[in-house]
């Protein structure tokens, strides 16, 4: 029996009596409360000290033999010389010191090798300049002649696309990003207008240009063209009579870019200038959604627009490095990353441990590539262009790093077998992420887990424009990190994100504290359930301070919701059925309104007939396509077999949140509770422990949430 209507709002501690509020959504969170102070304290973890077998040092030589005594120099020669040691594990000693490096590629014939630092050993794809070098120019800025340290016009590269929904493809214009400048450990700007922080706005759209969405007065179509299109034409907006003549000024720089949400603000994309008419700005590069009115944008690489504090531009002719440095910079260090390949490649190499390095300094990512059991720990990644570490393989061990810095994602993780539903064994624990997603803005996780039966435990990961942790596949673990300041710059998004998948099943989100999320206008969720996506089980997590929804669950069925403290979240729970809808109703979902759309063909990418998948998840098996009776609760769009219950909600208006009326016919939403915000039902400010916690709810673990010295896993073999 369903008993939505009479548990949503009812059971309450005998100190709160007053009158219940209606059950309806608010429009926004109330004034944030403090965040919560009981979580776990990281301590230091000892590292066990390695013996070396080839030592490297930076004042080495290269014809050493690689002793103690006589180390060799480079990472790359001390890799030669360990593949020909006749030992299952081979120790590489790296004494302190910066290392410049250039793609080191690991095969199976370097298995079983240890990088191990003595303190601080770093190694640097890029260039380390000395503040000295920096000659005053005009103001505040100065000027570096990158001739003078041997760098090449093709080095520093050229300005190309970057932006998860950049179109560069379709013109033939793809490659790695520019060359960068970071400062003190923080990436700089390249000389943009408006500065750091600042849009401008697009005005009447003129030409929508060419894009895979065309907006009619009937509604959104696809451009059945768009995927094999070639050079497709950009857009054209108005803009005001300031913009105009400002960008006309712009004399002396000959590549002037533009960034922006020219649609959504989850599709972050760029574009180089085409032209600039009496009223108007055209784009080079199409967008993939087309343009509206009042899209956020800004210019960039323009060197007359060099004017503010961190700033930066090259030009690429005359090899000179203009910059306006922060204070004290003469004291700082000064990176310019290079390389445009990986620092480390694996390709198939096993039992590889990275323990204690740095990494820096280029333009693609620090370890990417595959091989089985993996280890990187105690590793500091920082100031890359792409990804701190991208891997796929089995028993992948991420622990006890910091990643900061990165252009796109922190850790990418991807392993196991979803047709026989093995798992993976990789883990991702203990680490410090933050400040990434700092050049693409959206879709690029602080933790990435994809395949089946990964794990994301103890991390503590914050500062980004978009989400914190995301996944795809199977049985994956996420519990007990502390998220906080993360989707910044959106409000279709969410803390935690997977979305648009039947087949998804068994992903358990447990244990987080998730707070102070969104900024300004943006109000994204704390946990999203996207597009459907089903199967899944969230429960003992903490939300505080969500301006958009605690949860919010997109229409999927068989979702366990359960136990979870939510405090001043702008709708604490909504649970629609877009899925459903848009068959029955003509809504705006139309991934499941065919048999042969999206969601349908995810239930085909396994086979959820089989032995396993049948003793896996019994309720896929049972699962009807028959859309001539799409009232069948096993009719697979509909927001069927869940259960929403034991929840407590803590807000002014005392309102669980929203759920739509066939999850309300075909789930259970019962036994939860709710508190008004004023009356504070906590031990404390900060402390959020229920003094009076009412009956079938656990208090969460607080103190075992976030980084701790004794959180790792066991590591399988």
């Not at 490095?321 to 004291?331: D, K, N, R």
Request: negative net charge; proline residues 4%; aromatic residues 10%.
């Amino acid at each position: 029996m369903n008993r939505l209507k009479k548990a949503l709002c009812l059971i309450l501690p005998a100190c709160l009596t007053a009158a219940l509020a209606a059950c309806t959504p608010q429009d926004q969170m109330d004034d944030p409360q403090p965040a919560p102070v009981n979580l776990s304290v990281p301590e230091q973890r000892e590292r066990e000290v390695k013996q070396g077998d080839v030592f490297v040092a930076p004042d080495g030589d290269d014809a050493n033999p690689g002793t103690a005594e006589a180390p060799v120099r480079t990472p790359q020669r001390a890799v030669e010389l360990a593949r020909s040691l006749n030992k299952e594990e081979k120790v590489i000693f790296l004494v302190d010191g910066e290392y410049n490096v250039s793609a080191i590629t690991l095969t199976q014939a370097d298995s079983g090798i240890t990088f191990y630092a003595e303190n601080e050993a770093v190694f640097n794809g890029g260039l380390t300049l000395h503040a000295a070098d920096f000659q005053p120019y005009e103001g505040d800025i100065r000027v570096l002649d990158l001739s003078g340290y041997g760098v090449t016009a093709d080095r520093i590269g050229q300005v190309r696309a970057f932006g998860q929904y950049n179109t560069a493809e379709k013109y033939d214009a793809s490659g790695s990003l520019y060359c960068e400048l970071f400062c003190n450990g923080k990436r700089m700007t390249l000389s943009r207008y408006p500065n750091t922080g600042e849009y401008l706005y697009t005005g009447k759209i003129v030409d929508n240009g060419d894009s895979r969405e065309v907006y009619t007065s009937a509604g959104t179509q696809t451009n059945a063209g768009w995927e094999t299109m070639k050079f497709p034409r950009g857009g054209t907006f108005e803009a005001p009579a300031d913009v105009i003549e400002r960008v006309k000024s712009w004399a002396q720089s000959p590549d002037v870019w533009m960034f922006g949400y020219f649609q959504y603000d989850w599709a972050d994309s760029t574009t180089p200038l085409a032209s600039v008419g009496d009223n108007t700005i055209t784009t080079e590069y199409a967008s993939v959604y087309g343009f509206k009115e009042g899209a956020p944008y800004y210019f960039f690489n323009v060197f007359e627009e060099l004017d503010q504090e961190g700033e930066w531009y090259i030009d690429r002719d005359g090899l000179k490095l203009y910059f306006i440095p922060p204070a004290g910079f003469e004291q700082q260090t000064v990176e310019l990353s290079l390389e445009t390949e990986n620092l480390v490649t694996i390709d198939g190499a096993e039992n590889v441990t990275f323990d204690g390095i740095t990494f820096t300094g280029t333009r693609a990512s620090a370890i990417k590539g595959s091989g089985n059991h993996i280890t990187i720990r105690g590793c500091t990644i920082r100031n890359v262009g792409e990804n701190a570490i991208e891997l796929t393989g089995e028993h992948i061990l991420a622990e006890d790093n910091e990643i900061t810095a990165t252009g796109k994602g922190g850790l990418i993780l991807t392993g196991g077998d979803r047709q026989t539903l093995q798992s993976s064994g990789n883990v991702a624990t203990n680490n410090l992420i933050h400040d990434w997603s700092q050049v693409y803005r959206t879709y690029q996780a602080a933790v990435s887990l994809n395949g089946v039966g990964g794990t994301c435990s103890h991390n503590e990961i914050y500062n980004s424009p978009h989400e914190a942790i995301t996944y795809t596949g199977n049985n994956h673990i996420i519990e007990y990190n502390v998220i906080h300041d993360v989707v910044l710059e959106s409000s279709d998004a969410g803390a935690i994100y997977a979305g648009r998948s039947w087949s998804s099943y068994g992903n358990v989100i447990r244990y987080n504290c998730i707070y102070n999320i969104g900024s300004g206008e943006f109000a994204p969720s704390g946990i999203y359930f996207d597009d459907a996506l089903s199967g899944q089980q969230a429960y003992g997590n903490f939300l505080l301070n969500i301006p958009g929804c605690g949860f919010l669950l997109g229409g999927g069925r068989d979702l366990m919701i359960e136990n979870n403290l939510i405090v001043n979240a702008g709708v604490p729970i909504q649970y629609d059925d877009r899925a459903i809808a848009g068959i029955e109703d003509g809504g705006w979902f139309t991934h499941a309104n065919t048999p042969d759309s999206t969601l349908w063909k995810s239930l085909e990418e396994v086979d959820i007939h089989s032995e396993v998948w049948e003793n896996a998840y019994p309720e896929l098996a049972a699962l009807s396509d028959d859309f001539e009776h799409t009232d069948d609760p096993a009719f697979a769009a509909n927001p069927a077999g869940s259960t929403v219950k034991s929840n407590v909600v803590v807000n002014r208006k005392k309102t669980m949140g929203d759920f739509a009326r066939r999850v309300e016919q075909y789930s259970e939403v019962y036994n939860n509770f709710a508190y008004r915000l004023k009356a504070n039902p906590f031990e404390s400010a900060g402390i959020y422990q229920l003094t009076q916690p009412p009956e079938g709810f656990e208090q969460l673990p607080f103190g075992q949430m976030g980084r701790t010295a004794t959180c790792s896993p066991e590591r399988s073999s």
